[in-house]
């Protein structure tokens, strides 16, 4: 089974909808991100967790929401979507102070 | 503002050739270095890093390239080949910034065979 997996995969939704994506991870890591793909602007992080109290603002929060539901999982929400935020959104996770974080496989999503 | 710039956006290298993506970093402070692979339908993964207190780290047909006084690194890759079309992402980050990672904007490589 995969070490950090997102749901749902792919995602389409009307504007002015609410959403929410979801990570969880096994790796027992205690740092989780949200970051967003779009072509041509590489990945820009939108909130990060270092424990289930500890959330922050990362570049890119506003019109979006972040919940850390225990440990393993962190969830980010789109309380009224709009097209501008269609992109590929990803989770990742890391340990500690160790560099290395590790990416899950994605949601794409696409705000009609 | 993008504190990471990378280039080319875009890259072509036949098999077997070298295929070299540079970045270019503002920050002073930052102390980390990597590069993220991704393939199409998957998340980055990490692929190598270095600190700056080294000029050149190499792990198998890829190495990374570090200039601290032009604000420069650059990740070369040996005897490209298909398996290795992907796009690829540098990033910096600091312990002052709390290790947030910052990401260029990403190269699309493709290796014809």
């Known amino acids: 089974d995969a070490d950090v997996t997102q749901t749902p995969r792919n995602r389409i939704t009307k504007t002015g909808k609410r959403i929410m994506l979801e990570c969880s991870q096994t790796k027992g890591h205690d740092r989780m991100y949200w970051y967003r793909q779009d072509p041509g602007l590489g990945l820009r992080l939108i909130y990060y967790?270092?424990?289930?109290?500890?959330?922050n603002k990362g570049e890119i929060s506003d019109g979006y929401s972040v919940s850390r539901q225990a440990q393993a999982k962190f969830s980010l929400s789109l309380e009224s979507a709009i097209p501008n935020q269609t992109a590929l959104y990803f989770c990742a996770t890391r340990q500690g102070a160790r560099e290395t974080q590790y990416f899950g496989p994605g949601t794409r999503l696409l705000v009609l | 503002q993008q504190q990471v710039k990378q280039s080319p956006q875009s890259l072509i290298v036949q098999k077997g050739g070298i295929s070299i993506i540079n970045c270019a970093y503002e920050n002073t402070a930052f102390d980390y270095f990597p590069w993220y692979q991704q393939f199409p339908g998957k998340g980055p993964a990490l692929l190598i890093a270095i600190r700056p207190d080294v000029s050149e780290k190499k792990e198998g047909r890829f190495t990374i390239s570090f200039n601290k006084s032009a604000k420069q690194f650059s990740l070369h890759i040996m005897d490209s080949q298909p398996g290795d079309s992907a796009t690829y992402f540098c990033a910096a980050s600091s312990k002052q910034g709390a290790q947030k990672l910052v990401f260029g904007q990403g190269t699309r490589l493709t290796i014809n065979p």
């Open positions: 967790s270092f424990d289930v109290k500890d959330i």
